[in-house]
């Protein structure tokens, strides 16, 4: 079944989990500021991994981040990973060269990637774990006890001009430690909330989205940045879209999944407008 269709049961435990009491007294409510414009960032990895199937050019990635930018990307994000399973270095050669927003580069903290970063000074490093044998991008980065390793990769892109983004799960000492180290940006990792959707755990929808809503309320007053991914799809978009303190989104392996079916461009356009719709909606931030 299409995510576009999910059963109606599932729809509802989201907007259960995260949307404000039937009778909560919004006249009396203390008045919202305007909601900040979240940003959409489309990963485009997997147009690389279907091209590296048959080891030739097609599909390209760099004509997927025109089209994902012509649905409505503010940026474009690309994972050059050590093993190269999907994005190559050429890729990000082009994509820097050629595309029309800020390009995001997700990698590992190694010396390696740190040359790759200074030598193409993409707009934002995000900084992710990396284990040879994961399918994708499996929890979030050990800051805490690695802050030592971590320190001089973001200090030398930082002094390079490039934004720095930690790609953590969303938990308050990792936060902290984020901030300690002078980084730009957190992207809380979404993937479990997004595996209590599939699972259809209603107590686990609510606990992560309560998780995330703290956690990018305390990133938020530490000064950071905040962004959110991994395994977002139509009908887990909106309960995260909604929390007022994230400011932009990467979104990849879904949407080129639906891609096949109507297109890249229309796939990006329909996730853009449920992220448009759900900030529209009242959100409290939690006491911390
Ligand atoms: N953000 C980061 C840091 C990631 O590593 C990934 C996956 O590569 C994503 C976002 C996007 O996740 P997905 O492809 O599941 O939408």
């Not at 079916?261 to 009242?282: E, K, P, Q, Y």
């Given at each position: 079944?299409?995510?576009?269709?999910?059963?109606?049961?599932?729809?509802?435990?989201?907007?259960?989990?995260?949307?404000?009491?039937?009778?909560?007294?919004?006249?009396?409510?203390?008045?919202?500021?305007?909601?900040?414009?979240?940003?959409?960032?489309?990963?485009?990895?997997?147009?690389?991994?279907?091209?590296?199937?048959?080891?030739?050019?097609?599909?390209?990635?760099?004509?997927?981040?025109?089209?994902?930018?012509?649905?409505?990307?503010?940026?474009?994000?690309?994972?050059?990973?050590?093993?190269?399973r999907?994005i190559?270095?050429?890729?990000?050669?082009?994509?820097?060269?050629?595309?029309t927003?800020?390009?995001?580069?997700?990698?590992?903290?190694?010396?390696?990637?740190l040359?790759?970063?200074?030598?193409?000074?993409?707009?934002?490093?995000?900084?992710v774990?990396?284990?040879?044998?994961?399918?994708?991008?499996?929890?979030?980065?050990?800051?805490?006890?690695?802050e030592?390793?971590?320190?001089?990769?973001?200090?030398?892109?930082?002094?390079?001009?490039?934004?720095?983004?930690?790609?953590?799960?969303?938990?308050?000492a990792?936060?902290?430690?984020?901030?300690?180290?002078?980084?730009?940006?957190?992207?809380?990792?979404t993937?479990?909330?997004?595996?209590?959707?599939?699972d259809?755990?209603?107590?686990?929808?609510?606990?992560?989205?309560?998780?995330?809503?703290?956690?990018?309320a305390?990133?938020?007053?530490?000064?950071?940045?905040?962004?959110?991914?991994?395994?977002?799809?139509?009908?887990?978009?909106?309960?995260i879209?909604?929390l007022?303190?994230?400011?932009?989104?990467?979104?990849?392996?879904?949407?080129?999944?639906?891609?096949?079916?109507?297109?890249?461009?229309s796939?990006?356009?329909?996730?853009?407008?449920?992220?448009?719709?759900?900030?529209?909606?009242?959100?409290?931030?939690?006491?911390?």
């Amino acid at each position: 079944m299409p995510q576009s269709r999910a059963p109606k049961s599932l729809a509802e435990k989201l907007q259960s989990a995260v949307s404000l009491p039937q009778d909560a007294p919004r006249e009396t409510a203390p008045a919202m500021p305007p909601p900040r414009v979240l940003r959409l960032g489309i990963n485009i990895d997997h147009v690389a991994t279907v091209r590296n199937a048959r080891g030739g050019l097609h599909p390209d990635p760099l004509r997927a981040a025109h089209l994902a930018i012509e649905g409505g990307a503010d940026g474009i994000t690309a994972h050059l990973r050590e093993d190269r399973r999907h994005i190559s270095d050429a890729d990000i050669t082009r994509l820097k060269n050629e595309i029309t927003r800020p390009l995001n580069l997700e990698m590992a903290a190694t010396d390696e990637m740190l040359k790759i970063a200074l030598r193409h000074v993409p707009h934002a490093c995000c900084l992710v774990p990396e284990r040879r044998q994961e399918r994708t991008t499996e929890g979030g980065l050990a800051v805490l006890g690695n802050e030592k390793t971590l320190q001089p990769y973001i200090a030398a892109l930082k002094d390079a001009g490039i934004r720095v983004s930690l790609f953590i799960e969303p938990d308050l000492a990792t936060i902290d430690a984020a901030a300690d180290l002078a980084a730009d940006i957190v992207e809380l990792h979404t993937g479990r909330y997004c595996h209590a959707a599939l699972d259809h755990d209603a107590a686990g929808l609510a606990r992560e989205v309560q998780r995330h809503t703290i956690a990018a309320a305390a990133a938020a007053s530490a000064g950071l940045e905040v962004h959110a991914g991994h395994g977002l799809t139509y009908n887990t978009v909106a309960a995260i879209a909604r929390l007022p303190d994230i400011v932009e989104l990467n979104i990849g392996h879904f949407l080129m999944g639906e891609a096949i079916f109507c297109g890249l461009s229309s796939a990006v356009r329909r996730m853009r407008h449920l992220m448009d719709d759900a900030r529209t909606v009242d959100v409290r931030r939690p006491a911390l």
